[in-house]
């Protein structure tokens, strides 16, 4: 399957990098099945960064059934609990559960991080964050959180966002 990645610059050797905010899926190098959420991330963190460029790169990689078949994979088909929960919490920095080598499931695009806000604040209850969630675009992102799963990502190309 075919994976893309967002950034100023072009990953071709993708690797972990300490974080200085906290992520959806925790620590991880960062990628998604949709182009054009690629393209959108690579801009925005282009401006973000004050560069010039933008880049998408591109990647293959297993089919997630096989890559659940050698790795430790969490796998969120939906906005749930047990997402809410564990983006809650990684987010906040107070996740201490199984470490996975890849997380894949939804992410939410940057309306819905007022809804989060909202939920983190305790305006929101669980239900009423999810039902919210459920009628936005929700895109996805596999996170590859290990070096041993960074092994399974095999370079493609790149394109100018």
């Known amino acids: ?3 893309y990645h967002g950034s100023s610059v072009i990953v071709e050797k993708p690797i972990l990098v300490p974080q200085q905010r906290t992520l959806d899926f925790g620590r991880g190098f960062y990628t998604t099945l949709y182009k054009e959420q690629a393209i959108v991330f690579a801009q925005k963190v282009g401006a973000r960064r004050e560069s010039e ?22 796998e969120f088909p939906s906005p749930d609990y ?24 939804p992410v939410a695009n940057d309306v ?8 983190e604040d305790g305006i929101l209850t669980k239900d009423e964050t999810i039902s919210r969630l459920k009628v936005k675009k929700l895109y996805n992102q596999m996170t590859f959180c290990t070096e041993v799963a ?12």
């Open 82 to 105: 047990d997402w809410l929960n564990f983006i809650f919490e990684n987010r906040n920095g107070s996740y201490a559960g199984k470490e996975y080598d890849i997380v894949f499931g």
């Open 150 to 161: 960074l092994s399974y990502l095999k370079y493609t190309g790149n394109f100018e966002a």
């Open 53 to 74: 460029k933008s880049f998408v790169s591109v990647y293959d990689v297993a089919a997630l059934e096989t890559l659940k078949c050698e790795l430790a994979v969490l």
């Open 112 to 119: 819905i991080y007022r809804t989060f806000i909202a939920y």
């Open 1 to 3: 399957m075919e994976l």
